[in-house]
Each structure stands twice: as C-alpha cells, then as structure tokens.
C-alpha cells in the first residue's frame, strides 16, 4: 500500500509537471503580452519596457527555468492585468466552480438512481427504454444549447428563474440542472447494467429465497455491489464535469474558474492561466486517486498492487 | 435479518461519501456563499429612487483608478469617481471637478481652476493636492493602463489649493478632453491604504459610492448623498459582468438585467418583444481596412484606392449590420473632434476601381486580408466576407486570415500585418487626437505609410485650436483619403437592449453614466 501510494504520487507529479510545461509552452507560442496591457497609444519603448519587465526578453529556457523555480516555491506570479497573486485569482472561483459541479453531480446521481431503481422494482423494459432513450436525447443536445433554451423558456417566458449571476439560491437552478441531465444517461445506464449484472447472482437469489422483498433486496444487497462501476466513472467522469461547467458558466455568467480562464487566456493573462491549469490538473489526478482507493474499500477484489 | 450484512461494503463507503459532501458544503459556502445584496433605503432625498441592474461586457480588472483604465472600468469609475472635466453624451466637453481651464499662449501648459466644497465619501476635502497625486501616481508607473492616455504630459503640480498646472512635453491643445478620463482619488487614504486594499474598498467623490465589490459577481453602487452636484436619482446600482452576448440579451428580457449591450444581429429580436427597447446610437469609432502600403502591390496608389471603390459600405451596413451603423467617410466619426464635414471618400464605384487596377498593371496578386474572429468589432466575420466578397468581385484576389482578437491586437501593436487588415478605433476622449496619432505620427501602430506629411499634420494640430485646428484635421483626413492610406468603412451604432422603465442617455463610446438616470415608473 505505501510503495502503491509513492508511486502513485510520482505518477501525479509528472502529470502535474507535463502540464505546466504544456501550458508555459502553448503560452509563449502566442508572443509578449504587453501590447495587450497597455492603451492602444503606447509608445514601441513603453511595450518593450512592459515586456521586459514582465521577463518576456529572457531567452525561453531561462523564463522556464524561473518559472519552475517559483512554482516550486507556490508562487505562480502576479496576474499581468489585476497584479495581484494569479493563484488568490484562481482559489478565490473555485467555491462558485465547486458549487456548481458538486450539486450538478450529486443532482445527476439522485436521478439516475432513481430511475435505475424504478427500472429494476418494476421491471418495466418501457420504462427502461423511456429513460434510457430521454436521457440521450437531452445528452445528444449540447449543454451550450440546452442551457439557452433552458433560459428562453424558465427565464424570458416564465419569468420564474433568474437567467444569469450568482445572486440567490435559484440562480443555482438551472446551471444544475443543465449539468445534471447532461449526466443522467451516462449514470442510468450504468446503474442499470450493473444492477441487471447482480440480478442473477446467487446471492440475490438466496436473498430472494429467504423470503426478502423485492425492494429490499434492491436496495440493501445488489444497490452496493452495483455501485463500484459507478463510482469509477463518476470519479474518471469529474473532468468532463469541471470542463463541462466552462461552457455553462459562460451562458449563466457564473463566476467561476470557467470565467476567469476563459478571460486570462483571451487577455493573455498567463500567470493566472498557469495557475488554473495546476489547479484543475490537481483536482483530477486527487479525485482520481480517491476513487482508486475507495474502490479497494468498496470491493475487496480490487487489488492496489 | 438486520444482523445478515454486518460488513455491508455500502456502509463503510457512506462516511466517506458523507465527509465529501460535508467538505464540498463547507467549501461553497465558506468563501463564496450567497449574500443578496442589502437594499438600499429609498427614503433619502433627491431620488426617484429604485435598483437597476447593468450589464458590463467584462470583469474590470480592478477598482485602482490609478492602474486602471480600460473601457468597462470607466462605466464604473463614471459614476462613482470625479474627474476634472466630463464629455457628455453629445460629446461636448463640460466642467465637472474643475470649473475652468486656461491653456498658456503655446498650449505647452494648462491651469485647472477646481471647485470648491468637493468632498470624497470618507470625509476627506478634495483638494489640489488630491489631482496632483492622482496624475502623478500614474505618471510614475508606465505599467498604468492610464499611462498611454497622459503620455503628452511632462508632470503635474499645486499652484493653490484650487488650482493645478499641468506641463505639456510638447504643446497640446486638445489635453483638457484627456482629463476626462482621469479619476481623481483622495490621496491620503489612498496613500495610507495602498493600492490593493483601496481597490477592495475604494473611496471617491462621484454621484454614486461603492456598497460591494464581489469580483466577477457584481459591483453594487448606492447613491452618494452628499454629492457635491446634482444628486442621482436611482438609489443604488449593481454592475454585473456578463461576458457573453446571448446571456445579456436574455438577462434583460428575463428582468435579470436592466441595461445590456447587444449585437446588431440580436436588435430586430429584442425589439419583438415587450417591455424592453433597443436603443442605438451613432458611435464614436470607426471601422477601417488598414493597409500595409509598403508591401508587394500595396505599395501602388491605385491598388490601394481601388480597394476602398470596390466596396460597397452602404450595403455592408444595411445588411450585415441591420442598419445599425453609416458607411464612414473619414477615419473619424461624425461626434468625434476634428470630423471634417462634406469630405468624400470616392463612394462604392466598382468601374472606376477595375480601372484602377488595370492601370496599374494588377495581376491577380493574392493580397493577405486579416481580421479578428471575435471581440472589438461585432460580426466581423460576416464583414470580413463581405469585404471579400465586394473585392472578388472587382478582381482583387485576397486571402482571408482570421484569429482571436488578442493576438490580432499584437499583430497591430507590432506593425506585423502585411496585406490589408480589419480595425477600429474609438476614442473615449471623443477627439481626434489619440485615433489620428495612432493612424499617422510616427511611433502609431496602424501607420505603414510613414509619411512625414501626415506625422507633421498630426503635431501641428496639437498647437491649434478651435477652427484652426478642425481645418489641420481637415487636411490630414483629405490627403489620407486621397493617398488611400487607410479605408474608411463604417460607423457602427452602439446597440442596447434597455428596460422600458428606464430613462437613461447613452454616451457615444456605450459607457455608462448613470448620475442622471431614473426609473419612470
């Protein structure tokens, strides 16, 4: 278990170090900055100062090596526009971007299970087949577009949700919903497979044989063993999540780290974009960590070796 | 039955889950929870009262008027900070912080008369000492996005307590239009905070002054009560930044917003529709090709002055545009200082420019034709097409070369374009003189020609003033037209989707100023 853990975190540090040179390098790829910072009458010689200033006159390898060296040092430098500590810019989003993800996740859980659930009590194959095939469908329709039209009906028709901000609780509605239902089909599938898998074990049908109800059975014997597939995708699946809310933070104006990328990649704002990066990369490779170990927890046959 | 699954895998995975979710709870609710903002009474006086929703089209960097100074932080600077002088929405130039101003016979000095009982919100007297600190503050920091708009001015200092003199580097007629977009913070609590925490809580002297800063949430103002000048009539403000345009479209129609600005593709939509306006009006920028003139069969007079005849501007406006805009005919707008009236650029007459072409022996040469996908030009795809098209047509051969709109501004900034090139420039001093510097002095980023002719006029019109100066203006827009240097487009229209109940003027630049605005109902 220690050796697996170290080598684990080996693993996680080279990830981590692949995309801070990766974002380093796509950044320089679109030249110096300050031609960007400064008003649209700047003198040649104020942009070469800013530049140089900024360390954009550095040869390639020496502005790398400094930068890694303060990365070490948990300095990802100030952000060229606010100049203020990039990563404070980046840690102040994440609650507005955890927010988003977690309730759109635990959303898409909750239904999937309860449709997987209603699916198996009933043993309804329309039933299967109405989830199955909606939950395509809305996943077939790009969150982008669902999220306008979520907006055009519940907002500008209805006028019953706010369509944009972070204001009050029912501006939390509709980005979750639109995430979640994104997610739904993925789940329900799974869930039903899995179930559908521990329906012909013997140990269901010694449950079974016992005299237990269906429900019970369900929910106390097969719901467990069923739930190690969809824990592994969930946890594989949070990327997607956290990508995912980009696209839906720009249609609500959400603030979160979707917001302040998207604005640092368009202003050339590298600090801040370095820092993201780390900081979403870090999220990934912890989260997928964490469902590794849980799923050794979950079910001893999963060896850590 | 209970005692049938002691070890049930289920059980030993819940507080696990349960401490995840406790984390994730204590996390978005720790740092970021919601607070609704508190309202503002509405009993004080002067007010017709109410709270209005604006939409910003970016999160302003930062609250530092000293460091800041892009376009979205002025619509919030305007209200709640003064500057010594103020355009107004027709663009003429109007006294605010000073009352008077007096440049010597050379135009290389400004005295500033400043009012007096002007006091910031913490009590603090605005005194001379306040402008001479505010100006020199970013004097000294060449990083101030402000620095670019002082960069005729040699430095600052107190004559009096109410009066300030400016020193030129060079005589500069039109400097008393810069100040306007100066603001003028207290400069011992700015001093004594530092520039991070006054960002966080900044002090001014506006019609409005800052109740919350929630960085890329919302900006919520409340009206100053004891404003110097006329008191506002909303009680309170929240600037909210909304980056894309289908969300602020849908955030007015919705109620979410109040004031937003929309494309010209999304005016004729809102207009359908009930209890919201669409205001447009004429901007203050121009839409141009640039032209890189010393390169390949650009550096050909002809070539370049066909290309300008082969384009059918008024068609591009009416249906690319909706409307919403003019074809221009100078590099200026028409409410800009220093447009010269009764000027012509030639027209769409695509004859005349085949002929052109002919003449001097044009060969189907591919001519690059770069643009911005996204950003300051709104549909600037479908222009750049447009343009090809028009060009196609009249046998010029272009390459069309999109990117983002960051990287297009640093192909500008260093001279890198080398066929024609799609630009804009809008200048919030609603003058002349940082677009025409930027288009012919030496050192300006659209200047390919490198004509000393029309470097010299761009500084002579800087020791002139009133009608001396419009007509040096007059001879730089005529002889550019003529030499084709650059080509004239459009002047698009600021479009804002606006609810009913709201009576507010809009600025040519789309900058807010809500110090007169009000609800009417």
Same mark, same amino acid.
């Given at each position: 278990?220690?050796?697996?853990?170290?080598?684990r975190?080996?693993?996680?540090?080279?990830?981590?170090?692949?995309?801070?040179?990766?974002?380093?390098?796509?950044?320089?790829?679109?030249?110096?900055?300050?031609?960007?910072l400064?008003?649209?009458?700047?003198?040649?010689?104020e942009?070469?100062?800013?530049?140089?200033a900024?360390?954009f006159?550095?040869?390639?390898h020496?502005?790398?090596?400094?930068?890694?060296?303060?990365?070490?040092?948990?300095?990802?430098?100030?952000?060229?526009?606010?100049?203020?500590?990039?990563?404070?810019?980046?840690?102040?989003?994440?609650?507005a971007t955890f927010?988003?993800?977690?309730?759109?996740?635990?959303?898409g859980?909750?239904?999937?299970?309860?449709?997987?659930?209603?699916?198996?009590?009933?043993?309804?194959?329309?039933? !299967?087949?109405?989830? #199955?095939?909606?939950?395509? *469908?809305?996943?077939?329709?790009?969150? $982008?577009?669902?999220?306008? +039209? /979520? &907006?055009?009906?519940?907002?500008?028709?209805?006028?019953?949700?706010?369509?944009?901000?972070?204001?009050?609780?029912?501006?939390?509605v509709?980005?979750?919903?639109?995430?979640?239902?994104?997610?739904?089909?993925?789940?329900?599938r799974?869930?039903?497979?899995?179930?559908?898998?521990?329906?012909?074990?013997?140990?269901?049908?010694?449950?079974?044989?016992?005299?237990?109800?269906?429900?019970?059975?369900?929910?106390?014997?097969?719901?467990?063993?069923?739930?190690?597939?969809?824990?592994?995708?969930?946890?594989?699946?949070?990327?997607?999540l956290?990508?995912?809310?980009?696209?839906?933070?720009?249609?609500?104006?959400?603030p979160?780290?979707?917001?302040?990328l998207?604005?640092?990649?368009?202003? !050339?704002?590298?600090? #801040?974009v370095?820092?993201? *990066?780390?900081?979403?990369?870090?999220? $990934?490779?912890?989260?997928? +960590? /964490? &469902?590794?170990?849980?799923?050794?927890?979950?079910?001893?046959?999963?060896s850590?070796? | 039955?209970?005692?049938?699954?002691?070890?049930?895998p289920?059980?030993?995975?819940?507080?696990?889950?349960?401490?995840?979710?406790?984390?994730?709870?204590?996390?978005?609710?720790?740092?970021?929870?919601?607070?609704?903002?508190?309202?503002?009474?509405?009993?004080?006086?002067?007010?017709?009262?109410?709270?209005?929703?604006?939409?910003?089209?970016?999160?302003?960097?930062?609250?530092?008027?000293?460091?800041?100074?892009?376009?979205?932080?002025?619509?919030?600077?305007?209200?709640?900070?003064?500057?010594?002088?103020?355009?107004?929405?027709?663009?003429s130039?109007?006294?605010?912080?000073?009352?008077?101003?007096?440049?010597?016979?050379?135009?290389?000095?400004?005295?500033?008369?400043?009012r007096?009982?002007v006091?910031?919100?913490?009590?603090?007297?605005?005194t001379?000492?306040?402008?001479?600190?505010?100006?020199?503050?970013?004097?000294?920091?060449?990083?101030?996005?402000?620095?670019?708009?002082?960069?005729?001015?040699?430095?600052?200092?107190?004559?009096?307590?109410?009066?300030?003199?400016?020193?030129?580097?060079?005589?500069?007629?039109?400097f008393?239009?810069?100040?306007?977009?100066?603001?003028?913070?207290?400069?011992?609590?700015?001093?004594?905070?530092?520039?991070?925490?006054?960002?966080?809580?900044?002090?001014?002297?506006?019609?409005?002054?800052?109740?919350?800063?929630?960085?890329?949430?919302?900006?919520?103002?409340?009206?100053?009560?004891?404003?110097?000048?006329?008191?506002?009539?909303?009680?309170?403000?929240?600037?909210?930044?909304?980056?894309?345009?289908?969300?602020?479209?849908?955030?007015?129609?919705?109620?979410?917003?109040?004031?937003?600005?929309?494309?010209?593709?999304?005016?004729?939509?809102?207009?359908?529709?009930?209890?919201?306006?669409?205001?447009?009006?004429?901007?203050?920028?121009?839409?141009?090709?640039?032209?890189?003139?010393?390169?390949?069969?650009?550096?050909?007079?002809?070539?370049?002055?066909?290309?300008?005849?082969?384009?059918?501007?008024?068609?591009i406006?009416?249906?690319?545009?909706?409307?919403?805009?003019?074809?221009?005919?100078?590099?200026?707008?028409?409410?800009?200082?220093?447009?010269?009236?009764g000027?012509?650029?030639?027209g769409?007459?695509?004859?005349?420019?085949?002929?052109?072409?002919?003449?001097a022996?044009?060969?189907?040469?591919?001519?690059?034709?770069?643009?911005?996908?996204?950003?300051?030009?709104?549909?600037?795809?479908?222009?750049?097409?447009a343009?090809?098209?028009?060009?196609?047509?009249?046998?010029?051969?272009?390459?069309?070369?999109?990117?983002d709109?960051?990287?297009?501004?640093?192909?500008?900034?260093?001279?890198?374009?080398?066929?024609i090139?799609?630009?804009?420039?809008?200048?919030?001093?609603?003058?002349?003189?940082?677009?025409?510097?930027?288009?012919?002095?030496?050192?300006?980023?659209?200047?390919?020609?490198?004509?000393?002719?029309?470097?010299?006029?761009?500084?002579?019109?800087?020791?002139?003033?009133?009608?001396?100066?419009?007509?040096?203006?007059?001879?730089?827009?005529?002889?550019?037209?003529?030499?084709?240097?650059?080509?004239?487009l459009?002047?698009?229209?600021?479009?804002?989707?606006?609810?009913?109940?709201?009576?507010?003027?809009?600025?040519?630049?789309?900058?807010?100023?809500?110090?007169?605005?009000?609800?009417?109902?």
């Open positions: 278990m220690p050796r697996y853990l170290l080598h975190i080996a693993q996680a540090a080279f990830t981590l170090f692949c995309v801070l040179t990766f974002a380093f390098v796509l950044g320089r790829a679109t030249g110096k900055p300050a031609g960007l400064l008003p649209d009458n700047a003198t040649a010689a942009v070469d100062a800013l530049n140089g900024l360390g006159n550095e040869p390639l020496v502005q790398f090596g400094a930068f890694l060296a303060n990365v070490l040092a948990g300095d990802f430098g100030q952000s060229y526009r606010q100049r203020e500590p990039a990563l404070d810019l980046v840690i102040e989003r994440l609650p927010e988003l993800a977690f309730w759109s996740f635990l959303l859980l909750v239904l999937a299970l309860a449709a997987a659930l209603a699916i198996q009590l009933t043993g309804s194959r329309t039933l !299967r087949s109405l989830f #199955i095939w909606g939950g395509s *469908l809305r996943q077939s329709v790009p969150d $982008f577009f669902f999220a306008l +039209l /979520a &907006v055009l009906v519940f907002s500008v028709a209805l006028g019953l949700l706010p369509s944009l901000g972070r204001m009050s609780p029912a501006s939390l509709l980005p979750v919903l639109t995430i979640a239902t994104g997610q739904f089909v993925l789940y329900v799974l869930m039903d497979a899995a179930l559908s898998d521990q329906a012909s074990q013997d140990y269901v049908r010694t449950a079974f044989a016992k005299g237990q109800s269906r429900a019970r059975v369900l929910v106390s014997h097969m719901l467990p063993n069923a739930l190690l597939p969809v824990l592994t995708m969930a946890g594989l699946n949070l990327g997607s956290l990508g995912g809310t980009v696209v839906v933070e720009a249609v609500f104006a959400w979160g780290l979707g917001q302040v998207t604005d640092a990649v368009s202003q !050339r704002d590298f600090p #801040i370095q820092a993201g *990066l780390l900081v979403v990369a870090l999220i $990934f490779v912890t989260v997928n +960590l /964490a &469902v590794d170990l849980l799923s050794a927890k979950v079910d001893p046959r999963v850590l070796a | 039955m209970s005692a049938s699954a002691p070890r049930s289920f059980r030993s995975v819940l507080p696990v889950l349960s401490v995840g979710l406790a984390a994730a709870l204590a996390l978005s609710s720790c740092a970021g929870g919601f607070e609704s903002s508190s309202d503002a009474s509405s009993s004080t006086t002067g007010g017709t009262g109410g709270r209005i929703v604006a939409a910003l089209p970016t999160d302003p960097t930062s609250m530092d008027p000293v460091k800041t100074g892009s376009l979205v932080v002025l619509s919030v600077f305007f209200n709640t900070f003064d500057q010594l002088t103020k355009i107004t929405a027709d663009g130039l109007e006294p605010k912080l000073a009352t008077e101003w007096t440049p010597s016979a050379d135009m290389t000095s400004w005295d500033f008369t400043l007096e009982g006091t910031f919100t913490n009590g603090e007297p605005l001379a000492d306040d402008v001479v600190f505010s100006f020199s503050s970013i004097l000294a920091d060449p990083t101030s996005e402000n620095f670019g708009y002082l960069s005729s001015l040699k430095s600052v200092a107190k004559v009096d307590d109410t009066k300030v003199r400016f020193e030129m580097k060079a005589p500069f007629s039109a008393p239009r810069n100040t306007s977009l100066i603001s003028i913070v207290p400069d011992q609590a700015y001093a004594a905070m530092g520039p991070a925490a006054f960002a966080a809580a900044p002090v001014g002297s506006g019609p409005f002054k800052f109740e919350k800063i929630q960085r890329g949430v919302s900006y919520d103002l409340v009206r100053n009560d004891s404003y110097w000048g006329e008191p506002a009539k909303l009680d309170a403000i929240s600037l909210v930044p909304v980056a894309s345009d289908e969300s602020r479209v849908n955030g007015v129609l919705s109620g979410s917003l109040d004031v937003a600005q929309i494309s010209p593709a999304q005016a004729e939509s809102v207009k359908g529709s009930g209890g919201v306006n669409v205001q447009s009006e004429l901007s203050n920028g121009v839409v141009f090709l640039g032209v890189n003139s010393t390169a390949g069969v650009l550096k050909e007079e002809k070539v370049r002055r066909a290309i300008g005849l082969a384009i059918d501007k008024e068609a406006v009416k249906t690319v545009l909706s409307g919403l805009g003019e074809p221009a005919t100078q590099m200026l707008a028409p409410s800009v200082e220093g447009f010269a009236d000027l012509s650029d030639g769409y007459n695509p004859d005349q420019a085949k002929k052109l072409l002919a003449e022996g044009y060969n189907g040469e591919s001519i690059d034709f770069e643009y911005a996908l996204d950003g300051r030009i709104p549909l600037s795809g479908e222009v750049a097409q343009i090809q098209g028009y060009l196609s047509a009249a046998g010029v051969n272009v390459n069309l070369v999109g990117a709109q960051a990287s297009h501004t640093l192909k500008v900034r260093n001279r890198q374009l080398k066929g090139y799609l630009n804009t420039w809008a200048p919030s001093t609603l003058d002349g003189d940082l677009p025409l510097t930027d288009f012919y002095e030496q050192a300006g980023n659209n200047n390919y020609a490198q004509d000393p002719k029309t470097a010299g006029l761009a500084v002579t019109q800087r020791g002139v003033d009133g009608a001396a100066r419009l007509d040096v203006f007059k001879e730089l827009l005529t002889y550019s037209n003529d030499k084709a240097y650059f080509i004239p459009y002047v698009p229209a600021n479009n804002f989707a606006v609810d009913k109940s709201l009576a507010w003027t809009q600025r040519a630049d789309g900058l807010y100023d809500f110090s007169a605005t009000g609800l009417t109902k």
